[in-house]
């Protein structure tokens, strides 16, 4: 597929949007559908486009393997950060409400981070496994 | 005491699994796990001394009221299972270290321990909740962390195990959710006990017979109960030690107790007595015990032989909870302790044999028990608790059996119990013999990478950690009064007594 002009160039304009797509569906999820979970499918699933049409080696370029590991888990690390900041600041685990001033603005910071460690953890694990199961096979 | 240590239990496996599997260091990884699980083991043995004597302690996540927030409701029997998870834990990662070296490869360890730690998390967390759809969750959290751990066993054999314990394993998690749905659907909660509260309100339904039946024979399959046991002897056999050792002693376990509250916590005792589950469960028992016993007799290969015995071990918990007395439940409890240190010793002995001689098979280790007397000696201690001598123990809790069957009149149980305990002594006696009686035969070669006959020496760790095991199946088998009074008010507060 390396040379087929018409993949390469609409890749090349489709992978951004999709970004933008993954990134409005991870910071409206506190407001409307969607969340960390789906926009870190959407977002992996441009990194599999790219793969798809210029090739492992590029995508290994663009994100080598040890950034996905430490993506995937710094974004648990994340999540239970939230929850023991919490902690910290005198409530129970994962409660939002006291990590701010206010309980609302404070739940809103929460689901954010959270969802954000979320968002990371799913788009590094679901990028990791289509490389695994892609080298397997050695595609030329 | 600060009710935030509860919530210690899952938080500190959970930050610590993903720092571990960042690490490249093997000895780091190593370290940290005996840390996390030690932490463990030491707040489940305060939470266990705050709450023996029936109290109850309350944890909110995220402040949330329950019933719509998630709740950690922890009582007797709480802390006993999270005391067995984190015990169990800690004593295997002080076995992991030269047992994990010898049997993965050195790039793998560290993601090796931070599965460890996930699936004690998970298990922690079975322990803890009160809610039904967290309680899967954390069910999904160990069991797909034990698929992997399962799959790094040394022979290609382990994959097909994992294989087909991630099917029959996710089978059974699936059933589980579906009843926990349809629960859900006639209840409109998740809560334990404010479905248990409001039970009468929506007992008519249909609905909820059926999503009973869902939720037990999902249970059953992940705690290997009599027919869904299949997946059991493979995955158990084919793992490395390590994970043999922490997965027999406590996987089953806690599954079991997530059956027991299901049957006494979420529903009525009433409700499935009419539905004849009792019955059903003490004849499956009861087909348990001898079925497992005659297969554990029958096999030739060290870890397969101990996989078969506990699904005949896991029998005798089914039977001392389809009993319904105080008696049998108590001893179903005590059992789900007394046989994760019992097994747990067994499996850590066919570990220090698979590291010296490089094979678990009874026909190529003749005589080695003479080569590792005092290895030998402490596996002989825990297959006398597997028999059920007295002074160890396995006694107790068949003694106890016994009483509650005779009790209540069931010399079904009373025979099955004598069967089972001289099929015991069978496949014990064919360890013992094969290890010990048997003239010694040398090592093939070919199977000893060094060349040697068999390596010289147990490591240190592997030897204390094996020790530890054989000492507490004599403590608790003489001193049964921490075990016991544990055990009890678990039974009492799940009879509502």
């Known amino acids: 597929m390396n040379n087929d002009l018409v993949l390469r160039a609409a890749t090349k304009w489709l992978s951004p949007v999709i970004i933008l797509f993954a990134l409005y569906v991870q910071f409206h999820g506190d407001y409307s559908p969607g969340g960390g979970f789906q926009a870190g499918v959407i977002f992996s699933s441009a990194i599999l486009l790219y793969a798809l049409t210029y090739g492992m080696q ?14 995937a888990s710094l974004g648990v690390l994340l999540y239970a950060g939230v929850g023991v900041v919490a902690m910290l600041k005198g409530g129970n685990f994962l409660n939002y409400s006291v990590l701010a001033e206010e309980p609302v603005a404070g739940q809103h910071i929460g689901i954010i981070i959270i969802e954000l460690g979320v968002g990371l953890t799913v788009a590094s ?12 096979v050695a595609p030329e | 005491m600060n009710e935030q240590l509860t919530i210690l239990l899952v938080v500190i496996p959970l930050i610590a699994a993903p720092i571990t599997a960042l690490f490249k260091n093997k000895d780091i990884a190593w370290a940290i796990t005996l840390l996390v699980s030690t932490a463990c083991f030491v707040l489940s043995v305060i939470i266990m001394l705050d709450v023996i004597d029936g109290k109850h302690v309350i944890y909110e996540l995220g402040g949330w009221r329950p019933p719509w927030g998630i709740e950690y409701k922890i009582d007797a029997l709480n802390a006993f299972i999270a005391l067995i998870v984190s015990g169990i834990a800690t004593i295997s990662s002080i076995y992991a270290k030269s047992s994990v070296e010898h049997e993965i490869d050195d790039s793998t360890i560290p993601l090796f321990y931070a599965a460890f730690q996930l699936c004690l998390l998970g298990l922690l967390g079975i322990a ?7 309680l ?23 994959l097909t195990a994992a294989f087909s314990y991630l099917i029959l394993g996710t089978v059974g998690a699936t059933f589980f959710l579906i009843g926990v749905g349809f629960l859900f659907a006639a209840s409109g909660s998740l809560n334990t006990a404010d479905i248990a509260q409001r039970f009468e309100t929506f007992a008519h339904m249909q609905l909820v017979e059926t999503a009973l039946i869902f939720m037990v024979l999902g249970i059953a399959l992940k705690a290997a109960v009599f027919p869904l046991h299949s ?26 107790y997530a059956l027991y509250r299901v049957l006494f916590d979420l529903y009525p005792v009433q409700y499935w007595v009419d539905m004849l589950m009792p019955q059903i469960l003490l004849s499956l028992g009861c087909v348990a015990v001898i079925y497992g016993s005659y297969r554990a007799w029958q096999q030739v290969e060290m870890k397969r032989l101990l996989a078969f015995s506990s699904v005949a071990q896991i029998g005798y918990m089914i039977i001392g909870l389809a009993l319904l007395n105080q008696n049998g439940l108590t001893a179903s409890i005590m059992h789900l302790f007394n046989h994760a240190v019992i097994k747990a010793t067994l499996f850590m002995g066919a570990g220090i044999l698979l590291y010296r001689a490089n094979t678990t098979d009874l026909g190529s280790l003749r005589g080695m028990g003479r080569d590792i007397p005092w290895s030998f000696a402490a596996m002989v201690i825990a297959g006398l608790s597997l028999i059920g001598v007295p002074g160890t123990v396995g006694f107790i809790t068949k003694w106890y059996l016994l009483e509650s069957a005779i009790e209540t009149g069931q010399w079904i149980v009373v025979v099955t119990i004598v069967i089972g305990s001289v099929l015991a002594i069978g496949y014990v006696w064919k360890i013992v013999e094969s290890l010990y009686f048997r003239s010694s035969r040398k090592v093939h070669i070919h199977a000893v990478e060094s060349g040697d006959d068999s390596v010289g020496k147990t490591p240190i760790g592997m030897a204390v950690a094996l020790w530890i095991g054989a000492g507490l199946c004599i403590f608790f088998g003489l001193n049964t009064d921490l075990s016991f009074d544990a055990a009890t008010t678990a039974a009492l507060s799940l009879l509502k007594q």
């Open chain 2, 231 to 256: 997946w059991l002897p493979n995955a158990y056999s084919q793992a490395p030690s390590a994970v043999s050792v922490f997965l027999s002693a406590t996987a089953t376990k806690v599954s079991i």
């Open chain 1, 125 to 136: 694990v679901m990028v990791l496994l289509f490389f695994t199961f892609a080298r397997r």
């Open chain 2, 136 to 158: 899967f969750v954390f069910l999904e959290i160990s069991s797909l962390s034990t698929y992997a751990l399962i799959s790094m066993g040394k022979h290609r054999k382990a």
């Open chain 1, 58 to 71: 590029a995508a290994l370029q663009l994100i080598p393997e040890w950034v996905l590991r430490l993506g």
């Open chain 2, 128 to 134: 803890l909740t009160g809610d039904v759809f967290n």
